[in-house]
């Protein structure tokens, strides 16, 4: 979806780095949603947020943070990145108002050596 | 842990034939919707059910809710090779706020 896009799209890093995910979504909703995808186990939650001084933890929290920079933007950073985590993840967006369908962005694939 | 189980994990028919997947919950729901996804893309909203409805079409979908069971279904009639994609039932629980996915079918429709 172009309405939610995802930067970068692919990433290898090392064990120990720290790294960052952005999501930026031009559909104007509150709502964000960072998900982890691995083979046969669906989407996991991650953090989602409802509004910029809005933060919550999801599922899978340990190992990951999060940071909502305007309505518009919402990152997730691995503080010290491990093989683990090595999966593909995803953000989304929904509107409040709305009847709860979520938008998904193309996905970041990353891999940690 | 997942909320939702998808059942069959993988599919696999012919160009025209129907494809019918299963989904169970475990709790009470305001919604269930179901997403498709390509190959490695991100999930595309389908269809949404809400827990008051039992039946919904949309174009060659159609889902069905059972609440008693803790179940849907959803129907893709006549196939075609570009409905080849992972099927993920979502679940929205009465006071969650947020979705909990299945672990998806995997569909392939075959020329």
């Known amino acids: 979806d172009a309405d939610v896009t995802q930067t970068p799209r692919n990433r290898i890093t090392k064990t120990g780095k720290r790294i960052m995910l952005e999501c930026s979504q031009t559909k104007g909703h509150d709502r964000m949603y960072w998900y982890r995808q691995d083979p046969g186990l669906g989407l996991r939650l991650i953090y989602y947020s409802f509004d910029v001084k809005d933060i919550n933890k999801g599922e899978i929290s340990d190992g990951y943070s999060v940071s909502r920079q305007a309505q518009a933007k919402f990152s997730l950073s691995l503080e010290s990145a491990i093989p683990n985590q090595t999966a593909l993840y995803f953000c989304?967006?929904?509107?409040?108002?709305?009847?709860?369908?979520?938008?998904f962005g193309p996905g970041t694939r990353l891999t940690v050596t | 842990s997942q909320q939702g189980e998808e059942d069959p994990q993988a599919l696999s028919i012919q160009e025209g034939e129907n494809a019918t997947m299963n989904c169970s919950y475990k709790?009470?729901?305001?919604?269930l919707q179901w997403y498709r996804q390509n190959s490695g893309r991100g999930l595309v909203h389908l269809i949404l059910?809400?827990?008051?409805?039992r039946e919904k079409h949309s174009g060659r979908l159609r889902v069905t809710l059972d609440t008693s069971k803790k179940s849907s279904s959803l129907l893709i009639t006549a196939s075609r090779a570009a409905d080849t994609a992972s099927y993920f039932c979502?679940?929205?629980?009465?006071?969650?706020?947020?979705?909990?996915f299945g672990q998806g079918t995997r569909l392939t429709i075959n020329p």
């Open positions: 979502a679940t929205d629980g009465v006071g969650a706020q947020k979705l909990v």
């Open positions: 709790t009470s729901i305001n919604n």
């Open positions: 989304a967006t929904s509107d409040p108002g709305g009847r709860g369908e979520q938008y």
């Open positions: 059910i809400r827990s008051n409805e």
